[in-house]
């Protein structure tokens, strides 16, 4: 009997060993900051963008690290790279697109989470910087559109009739899209698989076309219409599309 009792003992304490590490999110096959999160800030007039890294680790939960990126003009638009994780630190871009005057540029920072069982340490600095003038054209009532995949950033304004494609690794900057008569770039939108839609021109009225790039940044259609693509994760807001 009291070996029974002890491979019953032995057997709840495994079970509760299991309950707590899923109560902390750590999974073994996950990378080291999926129970992690960052959310971003802008301040008034789009000059600085802050960010905030919180979540848990193994042993710990609430928040890690805090910093800002700037000053800009004026921030166009944003986001992140794909994560790369060796060990138990992952690194992943932070693209800002700064609009707010002619000189159009993109920032592209580097984000690194060194992730503990007690903490995370985050660093986050200016790697690199490309000028996409005088291919975009910028200013203080511009909207900007970015979307991407796996090897290339696409970004446009309302202002531009031609959006650029840039590539990742290179930061090489090159101009697609375009047509005659010119016709803006209103959105850029992606989906899950890589391919992106760069749609110029009024949504509902008047001149509109568009292209399509597939996931090694070469056009796969293009034509007439507002078309634009859907993903998994950002809806497309109606409210955002040009009347």
């Known amino acids: 009997m009291p070996n029974f009792r002890h491979q019953w003992l032995l057997a709840i304490s495994m079970v509760l060993l299991a309950l707590s590490t899923t109560v902390h999110g750590q999974n073994p096959l996950a990378p080291p900051d999926s129970t992690l999160f960052t959310t971003y800030d802008l ?5 600085t963008v802050g960010w905030l890294v919180c979540g848990s680790t193994q042993q710990t939960s609430g928040c890690y690290a805090a910093g800002s990126l700037g000053p800009f003009v004026g921030v166009g638009a944003l986001m992140e790279g794909n994560p790369v994780v060796n060990g138990n630190t992952v690194t992943r871009a932070i693209y ?6 002619a000189n159009v540029k993109l920032y592209v920072y580097k984000k690194t989470d060194t992730v503990t069982p007690q903490t995370d340490t985050v660093t986050v600095t200016l790697n690199r910087t490309a000028d996409l003038s005088p291919l975009l054209v910028g200013g203080a009532t511009v909207s900007c559109s970015m979307a991407a995949n796996n090897r290339f950033l696409f970004i ?15 930061l090489s900057v090159a101009a697609v899209g375009g047509f005659s008569p010119p016709l803006n770039v209103t959105a850029i939108t992606a989906d899950k698989y890589g391919y992106v839609t760069v749609t110029q021109g009024n949504f509902f009225s008047g001149g509109n076309g568009f292209y399509v790039f597939g996931p090694d940044g070469f056009g796969r259609e293009d034509g007439g219409g507002a078309e634009f693509m859907l993903n998994t994760v950002n809806a497309v807001s109606t409210f955002t599309l040009p009347q």
Do not use: I, L
């Open 43 to 47: 301040s008034p007039g789009y000059q």
């Open 96 to 101: 800002v697109v700064d609009s707010g005057s």
């Open 156 to 170: 446009g304004t309302d202002q531009s009739p031609q959006a650029v494609e840039v590539n990742k690794s290179t």
